[in-house]
């Protein structure tokens, strides 16, 4: 880690930090608790563990946390990595809203005098908006602006609005609105049909609470519960107040306008996005870190250290592999393509017709990581026999097709 940290991590630059759970086999492991798991697995105990990229979302190091460990707990020793360890006092950390809480900039941040990137959560951009800090006609015209607010002293709040994000979470919120309805109608016909009737304030709110904490939409609906009465209205009012906030998020900084500018502190949140595809190809594309069998904390950790020194190898051959997967390999053209930083992100020209032809511009059959990995697999080492006598076995490895060998001049390896 050291190593890596040295070759990738630099003062006055940024590092990403972003944490996820795996669920693990058995009920030995020192490290195995039951919380909260982004795998679904509720009734499995599991580690969580914390990924420190580069920039570019390259693995840094990797901290390994017992299951029950809270997001924010868990910085504190990537922080501790960064300073002591790594020897690194100017770098700026980036991580989500849920990571790099209030709480956590004043009590752990700010004692280390490091700055940071991160965004507010929704309460907190409603709290600007009835403050009069920003008003959502603001982005009228534009799509990006800087404010200030007394709440936030002595930082940079970088207000976006995405409307394709905007449309999503409209359409989003309506289908779950209409879901909720519907199973609300239920009751409704529940308690009011003639045989078996559903009744008793406690059993109607039980099961109408059970709805809305299913669908998450409880903010959004009146309900007038008696014991053999049920009604509900829709809270227009709520309703188009968070509408009016649709496609809008607020990245916030320590970092000064001569550090960094408004638009390359906004690209700096959006990678965090790399950190995501990182833990996709950790626990279910490539690298299948889960389930974890082994049941001493030393292999666990051992355990997910090799993945992750297995993704950083992942990553500089995806980059190497870039002409030949559908990936895109013109990035640089494909900025130019993107009408802001907020907008997004385009793939190239180059990118897209590759996608289409399923060809490279070379006439090379374009690949996933993984059909890559099994066409490369076809090539062996045998063991030959002769059949004279006494005469010594040696290994012959199968010739490369051209395609195999355009593979191999791409990673700059000779077989």
């Keep these: 880690e050291r190593k890596l940290a040295s070759r990738h991590l630099e003062e006055d630059g940024l590092a990403l930090i972003d944490l996820t759970s795996v669920y693990l086999e058995g009920q030995k492991c020192p490290l195995a608790r039951l919380g909260y798991s982004r795998d679904g697995k509720k009734d499995k105990p599991q580690i969580v ?62 004692p280390l005098e490091m700055d940071w990137i991160t965004a507010l959560r929704a309460p907190q951009i409603r709290k600007l908006v009835d403050s009069g800090a920003f008003q959502p006609s603001l982005f009228d015209d534009r799509d990006l602006a800087e404010i200030r607010s007394p709440d936030f002293p002595d930082e940079r709040l970088i207000v976006c609005k995405n409307p394709l994000l905007a449309e999503h979470r409209a359409a989003k919120r309506e289908r779950l609105l209409a879901a909720t309805e519907v199973e609300l109608n239920k009751i409704v016909a529940a308690v009011s049909r003639p ?108 355990h997910v250290f090799l993945c992750m020194l297995a993704y950083y190898v992942e990553w500089h051959m995806r980059r190497w592999l870039a002409p030949v997967l559908f990936q895109d390999h013109d990035k640089g053209s494909a900025e130019g393509l993107r009408e802001s930083v907020v907008a997004p992100a385009r793939r190239s020209l180059a990118a897209q017709r590759k996608a289409q032809r399923k060809r490279t511009d070379q006439d090379w059959p374009v690949h996933s990581f993984q059909t890559l990995l099994a066409d490369l697999a076809t090539i062996a080492k045998n063991r030959v026999q002769p059949g004279l006598k006494d005469a010594p076995t040696f290994e012959q490895i199968t010739r490369p097709t051209p395609f195999q060998g355009h593979v191999f001049d791409l990673l700059e390896v000779r077989i």
């Design 49 to 110: 563990f914390g990924l420190l990229c580069d920039r570019q979302g390259r693995p840094v190091a990797v901290e390994v946390h017992p299951g029950n460990t809270a997001d924010p707990v868990a910085l504190g020793p990537q922080l501790e990595k960064l300073r002591d360890r790594f020897g690194l006092t100017r770098v700026a950390v980036v991580g989500d809203r849920g990571l790099l809480t209030q709480a956590r900039i004043r009590e752990q941040l700010a």
């Design 195 to 302: 045989k078996r009737a559903l009744k008793g304030k406690d059993k109607i709110g039980l099961r109408a609470g059970r709805v809305l904490q299913r669908f998450k939409m409880g903010k959004h609906f009146e309900l007038e519960i008696e014991d053999r009465a049920f009604r509900w209205r829709r809270r227009q009012r709520a309703i188009r107040q968070e509408a009016a906030l649709d496609g809008i998020y607020v990245v916030r900084t320590s970092l000064s306008s001569s550090a960094i500018e408004a638009s390359e502190a906004v690209l700096a949140y959006k990678s965090l996005s790399q950190l995501e595809q990182a833990f996709r190809c950790f626990k279910s594309v490539d690298l299948k870190v889960r389930p974890v069998h082994h049941y001493l904390d030393r292999r666990v950790r051992a």
